[in-house]
């Protein structure tokens, strides 16, 4: 068999979970997307360790190292994701802007300006 046909469906699936990621607002699907990505590596290290005949099969076992960070990663993730849904009501990722850090005491709905924005403020 030759290399190209794996590699090919590697770039296909990579460049669907990328469109994924960059195009889904729920979480859930962005964390699916993701996994599609992985899987996409997983079968490029799979299809190079049987074409470079790896007598170690290196490309094997640094696949099942990637199914055990995409589990972990998973788990976490909808751990995180059921936690924010449980608090919002929505697992719509443009909602999650609010969970940005605010001075202590500051009452207003607008995000926290870097240091350097109100030293030039002031100074004008």
Known sequence: MHLAYPAVLAVLLFCVGLYGVLARRNAILVL?????????????????????????????ALTLFTIAVA????GIGLAIVL?????RGSS????????????????TDE???PQSDQQAEAAA
Not at 71 to 74: C, G, P, V, W
């Open 32 to 60: 699916m997307s993701v996994e599609l990505m992985l899987n996409a590596v997983n079968l490029n290290l799979v299809a190079f360790d049987v074409w470079l005949r790896d007598t170690l099969h290196a490309g094997q």
């Open 71 to 74: 589990a972990a990663e998973i």
């Open 83 to 87: 936690l924010v849904y449980r608090n």
């Open 92 to 107: 719509d990722v443009d909602k999650l802007t609010d969970l940005a850090e605010r001075p202590a005491g500051d009452g």
């Open 111 to 113: 995000p926290a300006r």
